[in-house]
């Protein structure tokens, strides 16, 4: 009888270790998968999953999610590198209770199709609201000005300069043109230039396409150049 119950706590004890070990990988590549089937791809591909006990994934609940990939695309985005974690994770439903992360090197549709790129965004949240900051250097708006002030007019300013909370005076020709940045009720970012002037305004810089998941609500302006912040659409985390 002792040798039997020996054995059968030692089967117990195997079994165990096993589920330490062999778990979390399992429920990492259902997870990967589960993305590549919703249409993330993106190489090497890293999905880490965190619980303790490690058994505590066999109630399809994990404490953290971490997913990190480069030259992703997804939803309508594309991101040179994507590390996100998630926290308190629902595996069956998809759903986290929080969740943090940067979007590095990210490109995406905006105004008549033209490309809008931004060095990053950093994500932070719990899984029913997602906020979304975006630093954008003064280099970087005045690219964005440009390229909308062109595609407006049929020429590209020459000068643009920025100031606190929301200015921006923009050159065109001989003619400066003051005005505003400002996000609008749809979620874009746009110049607004000051009444009676040569522009006839808004004018969009930054408007996401119908398939990438972000709206902005804000933007703060100053000479280093401009924050933005917005929501991103959960579901985009649920694949």
Known sequence: ???CLTSFFVLVALGLVASW???PPIAAGAIDQGL????????????TVGATPPLEL???????VRVQAADVTYHGLQVGSVDVTLGDVALFDRTAGRIDGTLTGV???GVDGLPVSVASIGLSGTGGVVDATIALSAAEVRSLASKAVKAATGTAPTKMTLAAPNKVAVTIGKKTVSGTLDVDDAGGLVFVPSAGGPLAGPIDLVRPGPDVPLRLESVTVGPAGATL???VDPAIFRG
């Open 21 to 23: 070990i062999l778990l």
């Open 58 to 64: 066999l109630t399809l609940h994990a404490d953290t």
């Open 36 to 47: 590549q089937l919703a249409g993330f791809q993106g190489s090497g591909r890293r999905v």
């Open 1 to 3: 009888m002792r040798g």
């Open 229 to 231: 912040t917005g929501t």
């Open 107 to 109: 490109s995406f549709s």
